[in-house]
């Protein structure tokens, strides 16, 4: 069983920074794909980032490309998001997950964990 649990969020400006870490239990971390997922009021939780289980492979959504980078650190049993950039839209609670395979994957449902979320919220 693995449990993750985000911080990091908060009140930004748009245009301004903020970084999201993800700290998860269990020993077996380090094999794990993990990804973000963030969900705004109103709709669907959406795909945001993805990173393979040694950092190899990443993915991210067309509307964050070029502003959010993902890493981890497996030693520290830790993923982030660093979000730059942050426009008013990128508003919404953002979700760290986690799936058993070592490969990368947009999809919510492939997902075996999940964590409490974290808000973020941009202000025009």
């Known amino acids: 069983q693995v449990q993750l649990v985000e911080s990091g969020g908060g009140l930004v400006q748009a245009g301004g920074s903020l970084r999201l870490s993800c700290a998860a239990s269990?020993?077996?971390?380090?094999?794990?794909?993990m990804g973000w997922f963030r969900q705004a009021p109103g709709k669907e939780r959406e795909f945001v980032a993805s990173?393979?289980?040694?950092?190899?492979?990443?993915l991210y959504a067309d509307s964050v490309k070029g502003r959010f980078t993902i890493s981890r650190d497996n030693a520290k049993n830790t993923i982030y998001l660093q979000m730059n950039s942050l426009k008013p839209e990128d508003t919404a609670v953002y979700y760290c997950?986690?799936?058993?395979?070592?490969?990368?994957?947009?999809?919510?449902?492939?997902?075996?964990?999940w964590g409490q979320g974290t808000q973020v919220t941009v202000s025009s």
């Open positions: 269990g020993r077996t971390f380090s094999t794990y794909a």
């Open positions: 990173i393979a289980w040694n950092g190899g492979g990443i």
């Open positions: 997950a986690g799936r058993r395979v070592f490969v990368i994957d947009q999809s919510p449902r492939s997902y075996d964990y």
